[in-house]
C-alpha cells in the first residue's frame, strides 16, 4: 500500500516539473488532491485493511498529502512571479551595489510633513493641483488679467504650441479650484512644486516649492490671519519667534502684504542673513480679493476669507541654515544625509 502512495507522489511530481504554458494548476489540484481525485481514492482503499495498518498506512499517507500539497502551492507561486514578469527584461549584467542603509526625507519634505500635520490639527484640508495648468486658473482668475503687469513679474515655462497651458508658477490656482469643487466654508492648504523662468543663483531657482493656504468663511478678518500665521512661526522656529505683518500688492488679495519673522540667528538683533534688520521675509499674505471669490463659486457679500503663501524652499533654507538654494535639487549625498 504505501508503494501506491509513493508512486502516486512521484506521478503528481513529475506532473508538475512538466507544466506546460497554459496548463491550469486547479485541472491538476482536482486531479490529484480533489474530493474524487487520485489520492482521495487511494486514502478510500484503506477501509479494506486490519486496524493496525490502516493506523500506520493513514499516518504515512497524511505524510505524503503534506508533501503533494507543498509541491502545489510551490507550483502556484512559481507561476504567479512568472505572470508577474512576463513580457519584461531583465538585465542579469546589472551590477548590485550594496546598499548603505535606510534613506531618509528631503528637507523640504520634511518641512512640508511638519507644516501638513500643524495645519490639519486646526482643520484645514491638504489638497493637491495639476502642474500644468491653465493661463485662466494660473493668472485670469486670481485677479491677473492678460495686460497686467504682475505676469512678468513671473516670466514663465509655456508650452510650445498651447499658449493657455503653462508650468504653474505659484500653487495659488488651486484656491480657485478648491471653492469651486468644496464652496464655504472651506480651510486648506496646498502644498506643491513651482516653475519660473528665473536665472538661478544661491536664492533663486527655476523650480521651487510653495505651500499655499486659504480659509473662507464668515466674518474672516486680519486678526484670523495673523493668528494662524504667528502660531506656524513658532512652531517652526520656536516659541519665542515674533511676527509682523508690511503692506505688499498682490494682485489676489485686498489688503496685501509680507509677513516676516524674527531672524532665527541674531533673534532680531541684526545679522547679515537678515540684513541687519531682525527680520525675515517669509510669506505673502492678504485677504482674499472679492474678484477670487466670485470666481470660486462664492459670494463676496457673504463671506471673506484670508490666503497665503509660504515658499517652503526658503523655508527649509532657513529653518536648516542652508546658503545656496540650488543645493535643494542638486541629488548630492552629501549634502542631503546631514538632515
Not at 513580457?87 to 535606510?102: M, N, S
Not at 489676489?252 to 502684504?257: A, L, S
Amino acid at each position: 500500500m504505501k508503494s501506491k502512495f509513493e508512486e502516486l507522489k512521484k506521478t503528481f511530481e513529475a506532473t508538475l516539473a512538466d507544466l506546460k504554458d497554459g496548463v491550469d494548476l486547479e485541472e491538476i489540484k482536482n486531479k490529484f488532491l480533489g474530493r474524487k481525485g487520485h489520492l482521495a481514492l487511494l486514502m478510500k482503499e484503506m477501509a479494506e485493511l486490519a486496524d493496525d495498518e490502516r493506523k500506520e498506512i493513514g499516518k504515512f499517507a497524511n505524510v505524503i498529502k503534506s508533501g503533494m500539497e507543498a509541491g502545489f502551492a510551490k507550483a502556484e507561486a512559481a507561476r504567479r512571479v512568472s505572470q508577474v514578469f512576463e513580457g519584461e527584461w531583465l538585465d542579469v549584467t546589472e551590477p548590485i551595489f550594496p546598499a548603505e542603509g535606510r534613506g531618509h526625507l528631503h528637507p523640504i519634505t520634511q518641512i512640508t510633513e511638519e507644516l501638513e500635520d500643524l495645519f490639519a490639527s486646526m482643520g484645514f484640508m491638504v489638497l493637491d493641483g495639476p502642474e500644468l495648468e491653465s493661463d485662466f486658473y494660473n493668472f485670469t482668475a486670481l485677479n491677473i488679467p492678460p495686460t497686467h503687469p504682475a505676469r512678468d513679474m513671473q516670466d514663465s515655462f509655456y508650452i510650445k504650441g498651447h499658449p493657455d497651458q503653462v508650468m504653474r508658477t505659484q500653487t495659488s490656482p488651486v484656491q480657485v479650484r478648491a471653492m469651486q469643487k468644496y464652496g464655504a466654508p472651506i480651510r486648506v492648504i496646498v502644498p506643491g512644486r513651482c516653475f519660473r523662468n528665473e536665472a538661478t543663483d544661491a536664492r533663486h531657482e527655476h523650480t521651487f516649492y510653495q505651500l499655499e493656504g486659504l480659509m473662507v468663511d464668515k466674518d474672516i478678518n486680519l486678526g484670523h490671519m495673523k493668528g494662524v500665521l504667528e502660531e506656524v512661526a513658532k512652531h517652526l522656529f520656536g516659541p519665542a519667534a515674533k511676527t509682523r505683518l508690511r503692506p505688499k500688492f498682490y494682485p489676489f488679495v485686498e489688503p496685501g502684504m509680507r509677513g516676516e519673522v524674527t531672524c532665527f540667528l541674531c533673534q532680531g538683533q541684526g545679522c547679515r542673513v537678515c540684513k541687519k534688520t531682525g527680520w525675515l521675509e517669509v510669506l505673502g499674505a492678504g485677504l482674499v480679493h472679492p474678484t477670487v471669490l466670485k470666481e470660486g463659486g462664492v459670494d463676496p457679500e457673504k463671506y471673506q476669507g484670508f490666503a497665503f503663501g509660504f515658499g517652503l524652499s526658503r523655508l527649509a533654507m532657513l529653518k536648516y541654515a542652508i546658503d545656496d538654494a540650488r543645493l535643494m535639487q542638486g541629488g548630492d549625498e552629501r549634502f542631503l544625509k546631514q538632515f
